[in-house]
């Protein structure tokens, strides 16, 4: 089981980005998802969640510009990062609950991705 994050880069501030996060594995069913971010010298902090019904949730950081949205069909997460600026610098992780075999949810992490936006 295991969740596989990918469409990170460079962009220029003011573009567009959007990550993806696939899980994969043996797995009945995914709770809330979610994407966090962690810069330099920085914390991991808390970017955009969404619930397994859609409600969403954001950081005043980034709200208003993106957006995250989830393909249950696909067991897979987006970022879709409109209008990012210098400082969404950082590695982009995403997390699960994933319900596995013999569990009732069990919490997972992607490898992050480096978004890095030029001014």
């Known amino acids: 089981v295991q969740l596989q994050a990918s469409g990170g880069g460079m962009v220029q501030a003011g573009g567009s980005l959007r990550l993806s996060c696939a899980a994969s594995?043996?797995?009945?069913?995914?709770?809330?998802m979610g994407w966090y971010r962690q810069a330099p010298g920085k914390q991991r902090e808390l970017v955009a969640a969404?619930?397994?019904?859609?409600?969403?949730m954001y950081s005043d950081a980034v709200k208003g510009r993106f957006t995250i949205s989830r393909d249950n069909a696909k067991n897979t997460v987006y970022l879709q990062m409109n209008s990012p600026k210098p400082e969404d610098t950082a590695v982009y992780y995403c997390?699960?609950?994933?319900?596995?075999?013999?569990?009732?949810?069990?919490?997972?992490w992607g490898k992050g991705t480096q978004v890095t936006v030029s001014s």
């Open positions: 997390n699960a609950e994933l319900v596995v075999p013999l569990t009732n949810g069990m919490d997972y």
């Open positions: 969404i619930s397994t019904g859609g409600s969403t």
């Open positions: 594995g043996n797995i009945f069913s995914i709770n809330g």
